[in-house]
Structure formats: structure tokens, C-alpha cells
């Protein structure tokens, strides 16, 4: 759907002033010793959304051509933006406000700034149907950034059972206990969210490709908590952790927070942040 020209000065106004409410702090950069700008500089808000310093300039100067959604969308996230916020700027930008629980979720304000104190923690955002909505350089290293793939290859539980390569990151003698947890977290947000909802498409999807799925999900088995302790492959070896999960306030989004169960694997984690290599290939 195309929107209209929306109102350009309330726009600009509105970045600008959100971008000089952020603090360096509040998005995980240094301040510096010789920092004047007040708030966040264009350069990083730019690079926090995935655009060019002179387009957002233009935009905060009325100038250039009109956003597109997906620009919005950027723009929402490397503001950090709440939901009320999100739906503002596309307003003012003329377009609809997205639905708030579409396949491609904007990361709920609270938790992106606690993922971006994390940036030396394997940390990631997860969706009501596991999609990576944003992801810490560490946990990219292990599990691979996949924060922006789309359709059902978003889902780590479709990827785990249509692309069985995906369950490399764990130990074969942990796979299945881990395949049982993601079918059972699943079938918590689809009850929880319904079948119009990302959980409710992996279902149906599964449903048709998976007989392994299939014969988890008659079991009915319901959880909405992680496993406290995880053991992962990664390219420095086998990694003992903690997995600690915080949700969102309406509980379609969780923060899974990766800390150090044995010395040994504190010591891997130093070294994976020099590394900083996935493992294995994405596709």
C-alpha cells in the first residue's frame, strides 16, 4: 500500500528530537571525552538503521524522497523506539500503523536496550515463532546473524526441521531433547497468539513437510521457559552456558541472555569475541 506525502516538518522534527533523547549509553557506544553533539550523532543513528548519514539528513532537513515503510521500520529500531512511538513516525510519515503482531515485529524498546549493554554476551531477541529479531556479535559468531532472513527460513524451529544442517550448533546427543523444547515453546505461542500468527504459519508449514514434527506436536507438550543450561558448538569448541530468558510485556518477544557455566567456557567466549567467526555457513 502506498502511503501519502504524511506531514515532512512534523517528520523531521520528530527524528531529530528522538535522535537527541538517545544517549550514547542508551544504544551500548562510548561517549568520548570530546562529544558535543547532544544525543546520538547522525552518523550512528544511521548506522544503528542501516542507511546512509546524508539520507537521514535530508530527511531531518525535509529534504530527499519520501521514506518507504521498510525506511521507517529502520528508522523505528535505531531510535529504539517504543511501540506507541513506532507507530507515530509512520503516521507522520503517511503511511498505516503496522500491525503489532505482523511477521516482522518491531523489537519491544526495553529489551533493545538491554541487548545493546550485551554487545561482549552472546544475547538475542527472539519472536513468538524463534525468529532472530536481533542478535549480539557474540551470539552471531555461534549461531550465525539471522536477523534479516525472511518467510519461514526466519523461524529456527522451521529451520530445524526443514534444514536439518541448522542443528549443528548443538551436540547430536542433545538434538533430540532440544527438538522436543523448540516444538513445545512453539506450541505455547501459537497458543497463545493464534493461527494468523508467525507460530500459527510454522505450524501449518511443519505440519505438511515434517513427520518429526508431526509426531512432537501430537504429544501436546507446553513451555514457555528455556532450559537453564545449554551446550553449544561453536568454531572455539564446546560452549557449557547458561541460557537465561527474559520476555516482553505481552510475551511474544524473548531476550535469551548466554553466560558462562564453567570457567573453561569463560575462557572460549573470550576468545570467540576475538574470533568472531560463525560457525559453520548460514545457508
Known amino acids: 500500500m502506498t502511503g501519502s506525502r504524511g506531514d515532512r516538518a512534523q517528520l523531521a522534527d520528530f527524528l531529530r528530537t528522538r535522535r537527541e533523547a538517545l544517549q550514547p549509553e542508551d544504544v ?133 526441521f526443514a534444514e536439518p544442517a541448522s542443528r549443528r550448533v548443538y551436540p547430536p546427543e542433545d538434538r533430540d531433547q532440544r527438538g522436543a523444547e523448540m516444538v513445545a515453546d512453539l506450541r ?22 515434517s513427520a518429526e514434527f508431526r509426531e512432537l506436536w501430537a504429544r501436546h507438550d507446553v513451555r514457555h521457559k528455556h532450559s537453564q543450561r545449554k551446550r553449544l558448538v561453536s568454531e572455539v569448541g564446546v560452549l557449557d552456558v547458561y541460557c537465561t530468558t527474559l520476555f516482553d510485556a505481552g510475551q511474544s518477544q524473548s531476550l535469551l541472555v548466554f553466560t558462562a557455566a564453567t570457567a573453561e567456557t569463560a575462557d572460549r567466549l573470550r576468545l570467540l569475541g576475538v574470533v568472531g567467526s560463525p560457525f559453520g555457513p548460514r545457508d
Open 28 to 160: 551500548g557506544l562510548p561517549r568520548g571525552a570530546r562529544r558535543r553533539t547532544e544525543g546520538l550523532r547522525r552518523e550512528e543513528v544511521a548506522a544503528l538503521s542501516g542507511m546512509s548519514a546524508d539520507y537521514l539528513g535530508r530527511m531531518e532537513q525535509q529534504r530527499g524522497p519520501h521514506p518507504s515503510e521498510p525506511m521507517l521500520a529502520a528508522l523505528a529500531r535505531g531510535l529504539r523506539l517504543s511501540l506507541d512511538e513506532r507507530d507515530h513516525l509512520f503516521r507522520l510519515g503517511g503511511f498505516p500503523t503496522p500491525s503489532r503482531a505482523g511477521r516482522h515485529p518491531h523489537v519491544d524498546a526495553g529489551i533493545m536496550r538491554i541487548l545493546d549493554r550485551l554487545t561482549d554476551t552472546p544475547a538475542m531477541v527472539l519472536g513468538p515463532a524463534g525468529e532472530c529479531l536481533a542478535v549480539t556479535p557474540p551470539a552471531a559468531a555461534i549461531f550465525g546473524d539471522r536477523s534479516s532472513d525472511e518467510g519461514m527460513r526466519a523461524s529456527a524451529v522451521y529451520r530445524w
Open 188 to 209: 505455547a505461542a501459537y497458543a497463545r497468539h493464534g493461527d494468523g500468527s508467525s507460530a500459527g504459519e510454522v505450524v501449518t508449514a511443519l505440519d505438511a513437510e
